[in-house]
């Protein structure tokens, strides 16, 4: 990672902010936090990946300051066109010669990711009994590297409690393939309720269930002895905003 002056620079001069306040108070960080990540030049890369998604930046710009500013997408089409349902292009019967070549370079460009009527709860839990699924196309330039699209998920996300990484109303995209102990941001399954968590495995082996929002409290769960029913869904790859 380069400089944090320099990123943070480079940030502020797209975003408009004028002070380090600024910065604060958009992302929610405490200003004395900020400091100490100055003196030690050193800023949560999860944080920029957010940054990076949540204002369409392009990961290589805010940190090198090379290439354009902002991602591109497909065709340079509007994000609504990037995310496609699947069956409504591939179901056209009648199709002009420019939309059949336009198809084509969407789904030469995007992955086809499995969306699931579920909801995943940033909250105190939602519970679902009955899941729908639905196809969609999603701009592979969304995503920081190649994926198995078979392994992909999309989730709607209801709730505060992972403000301000994960927003009320939006979506995540789990890789199902990846439920090892690692720290990081998970769909997860307790209790019949489904949420979206972050997860902090401990070398006791208890995991430490961590909402972002700090107005909710972190809860522990110990696997030896909690009757309540825990499963890792899938881990966060991206979010949507």
């Given amino acids: 990672m380069g400089n944090l002056e320099t990123i943070l620079r480079r940030l502020y001069e797209y975003m408009g902010f004028s002070k380090d306040l600024d910065f604060c108070e958009k992302y929610d960080i405490k200003p004395n936090t900020l400091s100490t990540w100055k003196k030690r030049n050193k800023i949560p890369y999860e944080l920029l990946e957010n940054i990076s998604q949540n204002e369409n930046l392009s990961m290589d710009w805010l940190l090198s300051g090379e290439g354009h500013p902002e991602k591109k997408t497909a065709l340079n089409m509007p994000f609504k066109a990037v995310v496609t349902p699947f069956k409504a292009v591939m179901g056209k019967k009648s199709m002009s010669e420019l939309e059949q070549r336009l198809i084509s370079e969407v789904v030469a460009n995007s992955y086809i990711v499995t969306k699931l009527s579920l909801e995943a709860s940033a909250g105190d839990g939602i519970e679902n009994f009955q899941v729908e699924e639905s196809e969609v196309f999603l701009d592979k330039a969304l995503f920081r590297h190649s994926v198995n699209q078979n392994n992909l998920r999309m989730i709607p996300v209801k709730g505060d409690s992972m403000e301000p990484n994960i927003l009320d109303e939006s979506h995540i995209i ?12 998970y769909a997860i399954n307790l209790g019949g309720n489904i949420m979206v968590k972050r997860l902090q495995f401990n070398l006791d082996g208890n995991i430490e269930i961590i909402s972002d929002n700090t107005k909710y409290q972190t809860k522990t769960y110990n696997p030896k002895e909690s009757q309540i029913h825990f499963e890792i869904l899938g881990k966060k790859i991206l979010s949507i905003q």
């Fill in 174 to 185: 789990i890789d199902v393939s990846q439920k090892e102990n690692i720290d990081g941001i």
